[in-house]
């Protein structure tokens, strides 16, 4: 099927590196954070999430940090794995409201 | 627990047709959102539905229509179908307060020729 990374950044990197990827948010009422994985042929699947009252919070070898004075966010992936390859997207949202704005996405290819 | 489901998973059409796609969100689930995916523009945004009323809605022409039915279920139509309508169509359904458990769809990939 059709790629949606086509016109994606790119982030290669061996498996066992740890690798980041970076997200720029555009709305600074945004309270909270998502970052996703997409696959090919699926839909976007939930890593971790983070509020806006946190900088940083970690998962199972992952970790979101939230830098709100200059609105980025950022996802690092510890001894990154043949199987994290896909493509990484971040989302923010207005708890207000049930809707997400999505960045771009960052293609991660990880090389055994 | 089953997990929010789109049929079809692919469709064909020709331009200046018109289409329905179909969602069904987790059960418990009141809120269904949808996004239309492409390779040059991403993610963007739909509509939303909530309690059969549309809640929110992205900026796409009045040829993007949806609906939601009493027990959660929506459709999303597309009418006069143009090229620039391929894409892969995603629903993502949550409890309604905010994006906490938002459940995306594998999505309907649609292709108009």
Known sequence: GESVGLHLPTLSVQEGDNSIINCAYSNSASDYFIWYKQESGKGPQFIIDIRSNMDKRQGQRVTVLLNKTVKHLSLQIAATQPGDSAVYFCAENDSGYSTLTFGKGTMLLVSP | ??????????????????????????????????????????????????????????NFPGRFSGRQFSNSRSEMNVSTLELGDSALYLCASSRGQGADGYTFG????????
């Open chain 2, 106 to 113: 594998s999505g309907t990939r649609l292709t108009v020729v």
């Open chain 2, 1 to 58: 627990k089953a997990g929010v489901t789109q049929t079809p998973r692919y469709l064909i059409k020709t331009r200046g047709q018109q289409v329905t796609l179909s969602c069904s969100p987790i059960s418990g689930h009141r809120s269904v959102s949808w996004y239309q995916q492409t390779p040059g523009q991403g993610l963007q945004f739909l509509f939303e539905y909530f309690s059969e009323t549309q809640r929110n809605k992205g």
